[in-house]
């Protein structure tokens, strides 16, 4: 079986100050990776994949993460928050089958000036 | 820039009574996908549709829901007698290839009452 987990439900930080937010998945094989993000009354919008390329990837608006098989993790860094971050965040695996998306229970980003 | 647009971003329904949320993929991608989120709680998956066929569903996928692709641009998805506990945020998603990231719509606020 597989399984993603957010550790934490909420992320509270400074404006200019690194966003950290964590992502474990567990998975029987190599799995796609995304992080997409959720913007109060928007659609989900896809900030970065890791598809098996490079382990450290490159998303928009300065979001990066980087896969370690080791740790089984795909932990979303920012080095400085933005007001516009705030928002809620969601770690997402698709196995090696068909294609169907995992969702992680999603992590809240508060930033305060 | 493509996207995945969903109608109606807002649907109020009574109990009992049947609705069809919309979605019209972008227009090159082959595989279709409904997901819900129920307030407070994980984004879940429904449904996945490729070539005409439903390719994998959830055990929340049953006999009362229905999708279908009625022509070559809109994806529906039908909920016939709906429930109070079928209230929830849908998302329609697309993608271009199995195992690769989805385009997700707005999403359409379904209120049962």
């Known amino acids: 079986a597989q399984s993603v987990t957010q550790l934490d439900s909420h992320v509270s930080v400074s404006e200019g100050t690194p966003v950290l937010l964590r992502c474990n998945y567990s998975?029987?094989?190599?799995?796609?990776l995304f992080w997409y993000v959720q913007h109060p009354n928007k659609g989900l919008q896809l900030l970065l994949k890791?598809?098996?390329?490079?382990?450290l990837v490159k998303g928009i608006n300065g979001f990066e993460a980087e896969f370690k098989k080791s740790e089984t993790s795909f932990h979303l860094t920012k080095p400085s928050a933005h007001m516009s971050d705030a928002a809620e965040y969601f770690c997402?695996?698709?196995?090696?089958?068909?294609?169907?998306?995992?969702f992680g229970a999603g992590t809240q980003v508060v930033v305060t000036p | 820039e493509p996207e995945v647009t969903q109608t109606p971003s807002h649907q109020v329904t009574q109990m009992g009574q049947e609705v069809i949320l919309r979605c019209v993929p972008i227009?090159?991608?082959?595989?279709f996908y409904w997901y819900r989120q129920i307030l407070g709680q994980k984004v879940e998956f429904l449904v996945s549709?490729?070539?005409?066929?439903?390719?994998?569903k959830s055990e929340i996928f049953d006999d009362q829901f229905s999708v279908e692709r009625p022509d070559g641009s809109n994806f529906t998805l039908k909920i016939r007698s709906t429930k109070l506990e079928d209230s929830a945020m849908y998302f329609c998603?697309?993608?271009?290839?199995?195992?690769?990231?989805?385009?997700f719509g707005q999403g359409t606020r379904l209120t049962v009452v």
């Open positions: 998603a697309s993608s271009e290839r199995a195992h690769t990231e989805a385009f």
């Open positions: 998975s029987s094989y190599s799995p796609s």
């Open positions: 890791y598809t098996s390329a490079a382990t």
């Open positions: 997402v695996v698709i196995p090696d089958s068909w294609g169907k998306f995992q």
């Open positions: 227009s090159n991608h082959l595989y």
């Open positions: 549709f490729y070539n005409n066929e439903i390719s994998e």
